[in-house]
């Protein structure tokens, strides 16, 4: 689904992506991890075109990433702390996307009724509360049927309802078929989501496969301990 | 042209319904109205209009330009990981803020003077050229500030810049001209002058109005050249062509910018 060959990117002389290589399977939960600063949300903003990467190619399906913006109609991309224009109404901000994705039909109003953003359809954005705008922003992503979700840290100001909503709505759409990409600090989460793990650390992927591979690998009993141990420097 | 247009559909939606907008035309109509009951006399009022104009404009349209952008990136950042394209964005965005500005310039200036029609019925062609004035300064300064806030990530220094250079143009260029027009005094300076005051979009807004008034004859000398380089076909194009270039140059290269920038 997305092959990433050869990526670098500086921001100025501090080197973000060291030389990254990565073949990202369709169908499958994708999770990314790595400490703060790793290179997590450069390397997600690379694959939707808002950071431009300094050397190296992305490929979605045959496609190769540059400066077009077609290709982004087959994403549902749900960002850490969403903004939307601030005077706008919920309904309006919906429509907007609808327009400007210029989708008419086949709409996926599972995440929308689930939780129950019909009754704060005619507030302004600047009136919600931020776990209600976060569940905007995961409806939105949702809403168009892409064949491709970059999520990144989801349930992070979601309450646990909220939480679980979400999470089910992501296995639907994997079991569809759906290509999911995620980062999350929160390993229970991890566990429960993942197919393949990401690992980054320092700009450089240290593990890319199964969480079981992974556990395999580092030789720990679990999965913190596993993370932890790469993180030392453990060989994998 | 249709993503376009959906862009400036619903920034004018979001722009229109907040407060500054309202306090905008409230101050162009105060201004406005406040000047006709005071005086009668519609050429005291254009004067005292247009350096209301002169100094507000340029300062408001730098200022909620270069505010705007820094308000709204997380919100641009979010459109652009839809499929749309960079430079309508932009675009988008610049008219969404234009369209609002001059929209309320005009509304609160005009309507005072429909109340008071009978006092312009002499001037009102210097009063359309005012407002001719007013849109292309509100469309130059927002590009500029666009042009500043794209250039620089952090918004305090971007507002340090954009208002540096407001005062740079409204104000000390007037002194470095007067400046160097005294020292080199011995030299004929006409053309160098009228060069100079076409570098200022300011100036030139200034001057194109003013010389409607018949005061160019109190300006003696240099008035005269003036006089005769604007009213003429060739001086008026250049000036036009001058206001064209200071409103399409700055948003062109913020706009090269922000197809490349990182969000």
């Known amino acids: ?67 077009d913006s077609d290709y982004r109609s087959k994403i549902g991309y749900m960002p850490q702390a969403a903004s939307f224009p601030e005077n706008l109404k919920v309904r309006e901000v919906i429509e907007m996307v609808k327009d400007l994705r210029n989708h008419k039909s086949d709409f996926d109003l599972d995440l929308t009724e689930k939780f129950r953003l019909e009754r704060e359809m005619r507030k302004k954005l600047c009136d919600l509360s931020g776990g ?51 980062t999350s600090h929160i390993l229970s989460e991890l566990e429960e989501l993942a197919d393949n793990v990401i690992f980054l650390l320092e700009g450089r992927i240290y593990f890319y496969g199964t969480l079981s591979k992974l556990i395999l690998t580092t030789e720990q009993k679990n999965l913190e301990r596993a993370i932890a141990s790469i993180m030392n420097g453990a060989p994998v | 042209m249709r993503t376009l247009s959906k862009i400036i559909k619903y920034q004018l939606n979001d722009v ?57 990136k997380n919100a ?13 964005l932009y675009i988008g965005l610049y008219l969404g803020l234009i369209i609002p500005l001059t929209l309320s310039f005009i509304i609160g200036t005009i309507i005072p003077v429909i109340i008071f029609f009978k006092v312009f019925n002499e001037n009102f062609t210097t ?60 030299y004929p300076l006409e053309k160098v002058s009228i060069a100079l005051s076409i570098l200022n979009p300011v100036d030139l807004a200034r001057i194109i109005v003013i010389l409607k008034f018949d005061v160019s004859a109190l300006m003696g000398y240099t008035g005269a050249v003036f006089q ?6 060739l001086g008026f194009i250049i000036a036009s062509s001058a206001l064209l270039i200071w409103i399409i140059l700055p948003l062109f290269m913020g706009m090269r910018k922000f197809i490349k920038k990182d969000f």
């Not at chain 1, 999770?31 to 950071?51: A, D, E, M, R």
């Open chain 2, 228 to 233: 005769n380089f604007f009213s003429g076909g």
């Open chain 2, 76 to 88: 641009i950042t979010f459109l652009l990981s839809q499929p749309v394209e960079r430079k309508l």
């Open chain 1, 132 to 182: 209600t705008r976060q569940k905007v922003n995961a409806a939105i992503a949702f809403m168009f049927n892409p064949e491709l979700l970059i999520l990144d840290e989801p349930t992070a100001g979601l309450d646990p309802v909220s939480s679980s909503i979400l999470k089910d709505k992501i296995i639907k759409e994997r079991n569809a078929g759906k290509t999911i990409i995620l």
């Open chain 2, 16 to 72: 229109f319904r907040s407060k500054w907008v309202v306090v905008y035309t409230a101050f162009f109509f105060l201004i406005s109205y406040g000047l006709l009951t005071f005086s009668h006399d519609s050429s005291k009022v254009l004067v005292s209009l247009l350096n209301v104009i002169i100094i507000v404009i340029p300062l408001i349209s730098i200022v909620f330009g270069t505010i705007f952008l820094y308000n709204n």
């Open chain 1, 1 to 67: 689904m997305i092959n990433i060959n050869r990526l670098v990117k500086n921001y100025g002389r501090f080197e973000v992506l060291k030389n990254i290589d990565l073949s990202i399977e369709k169908g499958k939960i994708n999770y990314i991890v790595g400490p703060n600063g790793s290179g997590k949300s450069t390397l997600i903003k690379i694959i939707l075109g808002l950071v431009k990467p300094t050397g190296g190619e992305v490929f979605i399906g045959e496609h190769k990433i540059n400066s």
């Open chain 2, 127 to 186: 009063f359309l050229l005012l407002i001719g004035a007013g849109i292309f300064l509100t469309m130059i300064f927002g590009g500029i500030a666009f042009l500043i806030s794209t250039y620089n990530e952090d918004r305090l220094r971007g507002l340090g810049i954009s208002i540096f250079t407001w005062l740079l143009l409204s104000a000390l260029y007037d002194g470095i001209v007067l400046l160097l027009l005294q020292v080199f005094q011995e």
